[in-house]
């Protein structure tokens, strides 16, 4: 798209590969092998492998290793091990440095969200498993990269986070809890969940409010430097604001103790189905929850389902949802808006 800057891989590239072999249903490593490594070595491509141990151990390496011997950074895994490494490059000292070096994602997990929605941003058609592998790993071949958002997540205990995929609260993430169990049926994993969950159907009470886009929108990506991390879709503070190696700061979002702003959307209702706020087009190799997001454009795009929607119209939105076709239902439960920043606050308590 016009606007977009791109950067290429040098050649010869040597790339750091990290590999989760348990991720998905288990076939990570055989994959890799058997699909991506001919493909590389025709593309010049060399790679060091770094096969996981455990939770967290590619968060370390990424937060303590010289990163300079490596072009890019190759995740083979599902969303939750790429979500570890961009985690631990923000925690290092020179996290702006580091989150410069191009990462790539290959599918090897479950859900394979950001994948699927790379495969859609670059025009191919929709493809899940090995095809969806081939078409990645053809796209890291061809050494193109360009920027990508990230959202700055806090939570109640002080924590922060930075996100590049979603945050779901309600009935997503308990599909996602309650499937995991089923991990060596791969992405059917989610199909079965979404049937127990449907089952007993549960509302969740909360405050949820947002910061709509509004038509000042920002400035336009074009104008934006391609490395500054865009945080609830704000361009940070200019540089020299910050001492060195500090975070980018949370502008948008008010302390969680203060109420929001009085330009912020407060949603009337407080019961809830589902509340997912999304940043790429793809919830899952097979969901394409948000048709209209790109890759870098400060955008949230916010889904809520509000209590009293039937399990029969819930189950017709997530069938829409595999063709991108769920918001043409017009459900009157579904509520979808383009945001800058949002809060949730659950009720605690009973409900």
Not at 20 to 35: E, I, T, Y
Not at 311 to 316: I, P
Request: charged share 20%; glycine share 8%.
């Amino acid at each position: 798209p016009p606007g977009d800057s791109y950067g290429v891989l040098p050649r010869p590239c040597h790339a750091l590969v990290l590999l989760n072999p348990q991720s998905g249903s288990g076939r990570a490593l055989d994959d890799f092998q058997a699909v991506v490594q001919p493909m590389l070595a025709e593309a010049d491509i060399t790679t060091t492998i770094f096969v996981t141990e455990r939770p967290h151990h590619a968060h370390e390496k990424v937060r303590d290793e010289d990163l300079s011997q490596w072009d890019t950074l190759v995740v083979m895994s599902g969303d939750g091990l790429l979500f570890e490494v961009v985690n631990g490059l923000m925690e290092r000292p020179d996290w702006k440095e580091a989150m410069k070096k191009p990462l790539c994602i290959l599918p090897g997990g479950s859900g394979n969200a950001l994948a699927a929605s790379i495969n859609y941003y670059a025009g191919y058609d929709h493809v899940a498993k090995k095809k969806l592998l081939t078409n990645c790993t053809f796209i890291l071949c061809k050494g193109l990269h360009t920027q990508m958002d990230l959202v700055s997540l806090s939570t109640a205990s002080g924590k922060r986070f930075f996100s590049f995929l979603g945050f779901g609260w309600g009935f997503i993430s308990d599909v996602d809890i309650d499937s995991e169990k089923y991990r060596w049926l791969g992405s059917a994993r989610f199909t079965l969940g979404t049937l127990q969950c449907l089952a007993k159907l549960r509302v969740y009470q909360g405050r949820l409010s947002y910061l709509p886009v509004g038509p000042e929108q920002g400035t336009p990506p074009a104008a934006r430097d391609p490395h500054s991390p865009v945080t609830n879709g704000h361009i940070p503070q200019a540089a020299g604001t910050e001492a060195p190696g500090s975070l980018p700061p949370d502008s948008l979002l008010p302390p969680l103790g203060q109420p929001v702003p009085a330009h912020w959307t407060v949603v009337p209702e407080e019961e809830f189905v589902l509340v997912y706020a999304i940043y790429q087009s793809h919830l899952g190799t097979n969901l394409l929850m948000a048709p209209a997001a790109r890759l870098h454009d400060g955008c949230i795009h916010l889904f809520y389902t509000k209590a009293g929607i039937s399990r029969v119209t819930l189950l017709k939105l997530f069938l829409a949802m595999s063709r991108g076709t769920h918001l043409d239902l017009n459900c009157p439960h579904l509520c979808y808006v383009p945001v800058r920043a949002f809060r949730l606050e659950p009720r605690v308590g009973p409900g």
